[in-house]
């Protein structure tokens, strides 16, 4: 390879590195050609580029790119698998090791997770993980459930209150059907003075006693004594 080749493989690689804040590296001894590319086409399908490196010029990369984490997997015929932002790290990890397990050739190396070295053991936990539409959603559960719970919480007191004031509304309005309020027992009681009954004065009769029926009134004693002598 020419050196002009080299310095714009370096270049080109420094500039994926900068870009993939997660990548994945394997040993890919041993696969054939057809087996490389489905394992290529799988890792596109998750947002991942797998790419076969060549170890001096991935390292000069490493070290113009400050991706001090690549150099230790560097050990070895390398591919990496370049993830975009878009990607899905959980399914280029499956991917990997799936064709590591149906190959049994592919061996896993490690990988660097937002500059963080990952061991091949960590890889394959990561490719254990369900999807990440389905982690985003176990995520957001597991921060909503207490915020639900404290809700309840907030709410319950409100609403037995709620509760305790509607009874008592319908309690007053049962007793006041009977009963009447003291405004309106102090209203009743008041008479006007236009409404106030007239009081009862007798009046003289016009009326002539019947004589037949009227009874003589006895005569005083000295007149009798007269009428003796």
Avoid: C, W
Avoid at 111 to 134: F, I, K, Y
Avoid at 163 to 186: H, K, N, V
């Amino acid at each position: 390879m020419k050196k002009a080749d080299k310095e714009r493989v370096v270049t080109e690689l420094a500039e994926r590195l900068r870009a993939s804040e997660t990548l994945l590296v394997a040993d890919y001894r041993g696969l054939t050609m057809p087996q490389i590319d489905s394992l290529r086409t799988r890792l596109l399908e998750s947002g991942a580029r797998f790419t076969v490196v060549k170890n001096t010029l991935t390292r000069r990369a490493a070290e113009a790119a400050g991706a001090d984490a690549l150099l230790a997997l560097l050990e070895g015929p390398s591919a990496i698998a370049f993830l975009e932002a878009e990607g899905d790290m959980v399914a280029a990890a499956k991917a990997l090791a799936d064709a590591a397990r149906e190959t049994r050739v592919l061996a896993i190396r490690g990988g660097v997770l937002e500059g963080r070295p990952m061991t091949a053991a960590e890889v394959e936990s990561l490719a254990t993980l369900p999807p990440l539409d389905v982690l985003r959603g176990q995520v957001l559960g597991a921060i909503i459930a207490p915020l639900t719970a404290l809700l309840g919480l907030v709410t319950a007191p409100l609403q037995n209150l709620h509760g305790l004031i509607d009874a008592r509304i319908e309690q007053l309005g049962g007793a006041g059907e009977g009963e009447a309020s003291p405004e309106e027992a102090a209203a009743e009681g008041e008479a006007s003075p236009d409404e106030a009954a007239p009081t009862a004065e007798a009046t003289p009769s016009t009326e002539e006693p019947d004589p037949e029926s009227a009874e003589p009134s006895p005569q005083p004693a000295a007149d009798k004594t007269q009428e003796e002598q």
